[in-house]
Each structure stands twice: as structure tokens, then as C-alpha cells.
């Protein structure tokens, strides 16, 4: 008589409940930090952005028409994209007081909602 080897229906179920009891532990931490990483990128974005408009600014004595001038001349590779609307189109275009400088005097995000610190990300 041969015996056969396995597992019993129990054995796999008391599995199955640790690795779902591991993942419910586990998820809510893994995006969060996904959520911090996109807040991180947004920040380095906006700096990257700012500081380009202020070479652009400094070198022409205007500020740019629009983003894809700084691309045009060579200011930046490409405009970087809002990571929490995945798209370099919802950036928020703020001009300068005087009209007469260009168009392009600060940029803000797209982006609806708050970060973790509460403040909403387009006051950012």
C-alpha cells in the first residue's frame, strides 16, 4: 500500500491566513512610502523648475512664455512631469506682476489633494 504525501486542507488554509495577516500589515506601509516618494519628487520637481525660471530670468531679463521655452533653449532636457498627475501639462503657470517681464514667473502643482503634512499641493 503507498502512501501519498501532501498537504492536508487545513495546513493550507492556516498558510494562507499567515501570509494574508503579513500582507495586511505590510500594504499600508508599503504606500504610504510610495506616497512620500511621489511628495519627494514634487518638491525636487518644483525646485528644479524654479531655479531654471530664474537662470531663464537672470540670462534673458524676461521670464519665459511658456514651460517649453526652457526646453527650446536648452535650459532643460525635457519638462518634468507632476508625479501625482503623472503629466508635464497640469502645471500651474503663475506670471509676474509686471506683464511686460514674461509669462512664467512661478510654477505650482496640478496636482488635487493635501501632502501628509496637510497642506494641499497646490500651494506647494
Do not use: C
Not at 1 to 14: D, H, Q
Not at 54 to 77: I, N, Q
Request: overall charge neutral.
Amino acid at each position: 500500500m503507498k502512501i501519498k504525501r501532501g498537504f492536508t486542507l487545513v495546513e493550507l488554509l492556516v498558510v494562507l491566513a499567515i501570509i494574508g495577516t503579513l500582507l495586511s500589515l505590510s500594504a499600508p506601509r508599503y504606500f504610504r512610502s510610495m506616497e512620500k516618494a511621489k511628495e519627494s519628487v514634487l518638491r525636487e520637481n518644483l525646485n528644479t523648475l524654479r531655479t531654471t525660471i530664474d537662470k531663464y530670468f537672470s540670462d534673458t531679463g524676461r521670464y519665459p512664455a511658456s514651460l517649453s521655452d526652457l526646453v527650446l533653449k536648452h535650459y532643460l532636457r525635457k519638462i518634468p512631469e507632476d508625479p501625482l498627475t503623472e503629466s508635464d501639462a497640469t502645471w500651474t503657470l503663475i506670471p509676474p506682476i509686471d506683464k511686460d517681464k514674461g509669462d512664467v514667473y512661478d510654477v505650482k502643482s496640478g496636482a488635487q489633494g493635501r501632502s501628509e503634512d496637510g497642506t494641499a499641493y497646490k500651494d506647494w
